[in-house]
């Protein structure tokens, strides 16, 4: 079955203090691979795509890379102002006509202490 | 200007009744989503269509009915409104689902309480 698991659950980090987001994935054919940030109230709001192993995007103190198993998402410096829930999804192949279905993990919730 | 907008953001309802979610996007994107989070934050899709025509229909109820008059809109109605019923139901729009996986786009959601 599909598997998309992210960790840890909750993370707290001191403002300056870098660390990283793990998005694992047991996966048939993996098509591409979303990063997105969920503020509280809010829709989750696209961060990033990776399509293929090797590939890293960064924007800002965010960084994401892609194994043929996992994705990071790397915080370098963290202000208070990074602190949400950052969710992974994954798009697969081979759902027939339902080519854009997107799994998401359960997410990884980051409060940044100033 | 808001890309994908919902109405109403809160819905508080009592059980057994009928409600409607509206959902318009102004993106020019050719298919909108239905997902439903629940109280873990676990996000689900319920359905998506392309084009006005429904492309995924998952494990659904069918007290829920989705409709499109159009592609910039997507609305949801539930009919016999259940407890378990009660989250945050969010609509999302992309690109053509064909060829490159193309990110999709969400709402701030409507959350929906049954008493």
């Known amino acids: 079955e599909d598997q998309v698991t992210q960790s840890p659950e909750a993370l707290r980090l001191q403002e300056g203090e870098s660390s990283s987001l793990n998005c694992s994935y047991t996966?048939?054919?993996?098509?591409?691979l979303f990063w997105y940030r969920q503020d509280p109230g809010k829709g989750p709001e696209f961060l990033f795509t990776?399509?293929?192993?090797?590939e890293e995007k960064e924007k800002e103190r965010l960084k994401a890379t892609l194994t043929k198993k996992e994705s990071f998402l790397h915080i370098t410096a963290p202000k208070p102002e990074d602190s949400a829930t950052y969710l992974c999804?994954?798009?697969?192949w081979g759902y027939g006509g339902a080519t854009n279905k997107l799994i998401f993990g359960t997410g990884t919730l980051l409060a940044v202490q100033p | 200007d808001t890309a994908v907008s919902q109405t109403p953001k809160y819905l508080v309802t009592q059980m057994g009744n009928d409600k409607s979610i509206k959902c318009e996007q102004n993106?020019?994107?050719?298919?909108m989503y239905w997902y439903k989070q629940d109280s873990k934050k676990f996000l689900k899709i319920m359905f998506s269509?392309?084009?006005?025509?429904?492309?995924i229909n998952e494990t659904v109820p069918n007290r829920f009915s989705p409709k499109s008059p159009d592609k910039a809109h997507l609305n949801l109605h539930i009919n016999s409104l259940e407890l378990g019923d009660s989250a945050v139901y969010f609509c999302?729009?992309?690109?053509?689902?064909?060829?490159?996986?193309?990110?999709?786009?969400f709402g701030d959601g409507t959350r929906l309480s049954i008493l």
């Open positions: 990776l399509y293929s192993a090797g």
């Open positions: 999804a994954v798009h697969l």
């Open positions: 993106l020019g994107h050719d298919t």
């Open positions: 999302a729009s992309s690109q053509d689902p064909h060829g490159v996986s193309q990110p999709q786009h």
């Open positions: 996966v048939s054919g993996l098509r591409g």
């Open positions: 269509y392309n084009n006005k025509e429904l492309i």
